[in-house]
């Protein structure tokens, strides 16, 4: 929890008025007993009455300036809180958008939603804690034991039991609490993740009639967290009943021989009634540092995933100094590419080579799990290549900047995703200063428009979340006008026109036929209707290239990309 302190700097100015005002309240609070008994002593015993009307007003006095600087110590506190969290949950999140996908594979999307926000909220209620309490303890422990000694050093031993004792029973709850919180956490991810899936794939769990096993599922996770929270709650209830038996056994020893001491003259009433003030402030101090050291083992667990994911380095990353490539605009090249995903034993892709030039289409076919959509993720970068190299404009893609190469790509992907918005922003996602002309010739070409007009508001008919209230086949065509609209160097679509019928399917690709002449088209396709006008078609089999070529010269020449398309088409079809 230590190494997020460091991003407290900011809040410097503001650390410093709590530290003023938590010792304003502390001096307060340490001068009421030392009133309190120069009442009793001189006022009370002496009957001087104008003495106690005085004293009491200073009490007053003082008492209303302790409960001021507690009041705008809890307000600051949680000030600076709040905004800690703030910053830190923008630092994790920035800091998880620059993962690439090797990063999310290994950490997991349910446990980043859980650690962007249910683990930053218990960092966040430990800091108000530690500003509200953990500031004012040490002042209040130390300045309490400097009063009792200055009223009465004998007794001041009772000190030398309770505090250890106190120390010892709260070290030992904290360490045996610390594995369960952290298991706690584990858990949340886990329970984070069946909610997810169950949520996410409501129509698959409906359609096979799955309902029960999510249920139980979800009742399995659930109770799992049940048992950990109540085995860790029933170990903290034990520590309070224990402190306050020892304060009051302290109590009790604190009256018993300062009664002894006040019958031998060795110390005053008002003294005794001081003493005992002080004791209960220095204790509650040290049941306050408890309270602390209850909230502080489950906030180190989530702080320690709070510093893992802050930790995790991405590791595709921009070199140092950075190219442009902008002597071309739309060359395409893999060079003997190689790639495997990590971890893996057998490489996906092997001996990868083509080129693709601006004004042509390149399709890429072949069975499933041939490695056609692997080959689409490395030209964006989401993962790197093991061997060879794939080059833009002549300039090997590991030595841009991730920015300026994305900025030259529009991809469509496999699973078409949309955000919570209007249509049009939507659209405009693919290039965000767009104008309604270019929104709309956008979707013209997606063939988009006609339905998007029969919506009840048009462009600025809510898109829902996912984009639920829209069919598969107009999510797809929504997702090409996003990229459509960004006019790249490079289209990317992969496997976009399977959800289209094949008139829509036709249309589409007739249209952007016109609107791609001056940028690079890549299409990843099962459908032989979709590629057999490409100028190039690049046949996939485990992972190697089977054949190049266009329609007619590889049903010559590549006995994989005939048995694709006879498995597809008729006779009549093929000649």
């Known amino acids: 929890m230590i190494k997020l302190f460091k991003h407290l700097k900011k809040y410097s100015t503001l650390l410093v008025v709590i530290a003023l005002l938590a010792f304003g309240q502390v ?24 003495y106690i009307l005085k004293i009491g007003g200073y009490m007053l006095l003082v008492a209303l300036a302790g409960s001021i600087c507690a009041i705008l110590l809890s307000l600051v506190s949680s000030k600076v809180a709040v905004g800690f969290s703030k910053d830190l949950r923008e630092k994790v999140f920035t800091h998880v958008e620059g993962f690439s996908l090797n990063e999310f ?14 683990d930053i909220n ?4 430990v800091m108000v804690m530690i500003f509200r309490i953990a500031v004012v303890a040490p002042i209040m422990c130390i300045g309490g034991l400097f009063m009792a000694l200055s009223k009465d050093v004998p007794l001041s031993s009772a000190f030398l039991i309770t505090i250890p004792v106190l120390l010892i029973i709260i070290s030992i709850v904290g360490f045996k609490a610390l594995p369960l919180f952290k298991s706690i956490q584990i858990k949340i ?14 129509r698959v769990v409906r359609a096979f009639n799955r309902t029960k096993y999510e249920e139980q599922r979800f009742d399995e996770s659930s109770k799992d967290l049940m048992e950990t929270s109540i085995k860790v709650n029933k170990l903290m209830a034990t520590l309070m009943p224990i402190i306050m038996l020892i304060f009051n056994f302290m109590s009790v020893g604190i009256i018993w021989f300062g009664a002894k001491r006040i019958d031998l003259n060795a110390m005053e009433v008002g003294d005794l009634m001081a003493f005992l003030q002080y004791a209960i402030q220095v204790m509650m101090s040290v049941v306050m540092v408890s309270v602390i050291f209850i909230l502080i083992p489950r906030a180190s667990a989530s702080a320690e995933r709070i510093n893992e994911v802050l930790e995790t380095q991405p590791v595709i990353n921009d070199e140092k100094n950075t190219k442009k490539a902008n002597d071309k605009k739309g060359y395409l090249e893999f060079k003997n590419v190689n790639f495997r995903y990590p971890g893996a034993e057998e490489p996906v892709l092997s001996d990868i080579s083509f080129v693709t030039r601006p004004g042509e289409t390149t399709a890429i076919i072949g069975s499933t799990g041939a490695g056609k959509s692997a080959l689409i993720n490395l030209i964006p970068r989401f993962y790197d290549i093991e061997k060879g190299n794939i080059l833009i404009n002549g300039v090997d893609i590991r030595e841009l900047s991730q920015e300026d190469l994305r900025k030259k790509i529009s991809l469509v992907p496999q699973k078409a995703v949309l955000f919570s918005g209007t249509v049009a922003e939507n659209i405009r996602y693919g290039k965000e200063g767009a104008t309604d002309e270019e929104v709309v010739h956008a979707a013209k070409i997606a063939q988009a428009h006609e339905f998007i007009s029969k919506m009840k508001n048009g462009y600025d008919s809510v898109i829902a979340q996912g984009g639920n209230n829209v069919s598969g086949g107009q999510k797809q065509r929504l997702s090409i006008a996003r990229a459509i609209v960004k006019k790249p160097e490079v289209y990317i679509f992969d496997d976009s026109f399977s959800a289209l019928d094949f008139k829509t399917d036709a249309k589409l690709r007739a249209a952007l036929k016109d609107e791609t002449k001056e940028s690079t088209v890549i299409i990843v396709a099962q459908r032989v209707s979709t590629v057999m006008d490409a100028d190039r078609i690049i046949v996939l089999d485990e992972g190697k290239i089977a054949g190049i070529g266009t329609h007619k010269e590889l049903l010559q020449c590549s006995k994989v990309y005939k048995e694709i398309v006879s498995s597809q088409l008729s006779e009549e079809e093929i000649a």
Do not use: C, H, W
Not at 105 to 118: E, F, H, M, Q, Y
Not at 190 to 201: A, F, I
């Open 105 to 118: 594979d290994k950490l997991g999307t349910a446990s980043l939603i859980t650690r962007t926000t249910n």
């Open 122 to 125: 218990q960092v966040q209620q």
């Open 27 to 50: 001096m307060a609070d340490l001068y009421l007993p030392n009133l309190m008994s120069r009442i009793v002593d001189t006022g009370i015993i002496k009957g001087d009455v104008n």
């Open 189 to 202: 991810d886990k329970l984070n993740r069946v909610v997810r899936e169950g949520l996410t794939g409501i």
